[in-house]
T-cell receptor
Framework: NAGVTQTPKFRVLKTGQSMTLLCAQD?????MYWYRQDPGMGLRLIHY???????AKGEVPDGYNVSRLKKQNFLLGLESAAPSQTSVYFC?????????????????FGQGTRLTVV | GENVEQHPSTLSVQEGDSAVIKCTYS??????FPWYKQELGKGPQLIID?????GEKKDQRIAVTLNKTAKHFSLHITETQPEDSAVYFC??????????????FGTGTRLTIIP
């Protein structure tokens, strides 16, 4: 059971370049999330998805786009990378209690992607 | 929105001693409070959580206490071991959240256990 897998683990981009981060989960979770982690700021939600084909903005969505074409995958895109997007990105997934009361909605995290924009 | 403050930002304790990390939250609608442990180079992992209808919860050497009136909750680690060295995050979420879209994290505490 792999859990939540992120690719790539490290990436260096030049300002203005684009890239896509891939997240895959094998736990059949409805919810998927993308967070960024910056020193002294904890984890901040970028975008999330409550199911296949649906996405929503989180706390810091500007400069990012997401897609969830399949239930198990959640993609995070940077169209034109900026140095301010240098960060560690984490994907997570969880069940939704909407579908079954009493279900554990613990968020499971991937190992992260360290992105540097120069 | 919710605001979660976490203290201290760094904590060093002698192996075998206890460690306490404290968090406060602002939204009285929050009723679920998880704690995550993040080891170097890994993603956060849930270690314990508490809901607002419970004042204290224990799991072996780890315990969490909640004071809903004062809006603060704490993580207690007893008999600390070198493998407890990590960054710990507290978080808070309201009952209306069906997933974790409203989960707000604290800024983290780097705990170092001194052998």
């Amino acid at each position: 059971n792999a859990g939540v897998t992120q690719t790539p683990k490290f990436r260096v981009l030049k300002t203005g370049q684009s890239m896509t981060l891939l997240c895959a989960q094998d736990m059949n979770h409805e919810y998927m999330y993308w967070y960024r982690q910056d020193p002294g700021m904890g984890l901040r939600l970028i975008h999330y998805s409550v199911g296949e084909g649906t996405t929503a903005k989180g706390e810091v969505p500007d400069g990012y786009n997401v897609s969830r074409l399949k239930k198990q995958n959640f993609l995070l895109g940077l169209e034109s990378a900026a140095p301010s997007q240098t960060s560690v990105y984490f994907c997570a997934s969880s069940y939704s209690i909407l579908l079954e009361q009493g279900r554990n909605t613990e968020a499971f995290f991937g190992q992260g992607t360290r992105l540097t924009v120069v | 929105g919710e605001n979660v403050e976490q203290h201290p930002s760094t904590l060093s304790v002698q192996e075998g001693d206890s460690a306490v990390i404290k968090c406060t939250y602002s939204d009285s609608a929050s009723n679920y409070f998880p704690w995550y442990k993040q080891e170097l180079g890994k993603g956060p992992q849930l270690i314990i959580d508490i809901r607002s209808n419970v004042g204290e919860k224990k799991d072996q050497r780890i315990a969490v206490t909640l004071n809903k009136t004062a809006k603060h909750f704490s993580l207690h680690i007893t008999e600390t071991q070198p493998e407890d060295s990590a960054v710990y995050f507290c978080a808070a979420r309201p009952f209306s959240d069906f997933g974790n879209e409203k989960l707000t994290f604290g800024t983290g505490t780097r705990l170092t256990i001194i052998p």
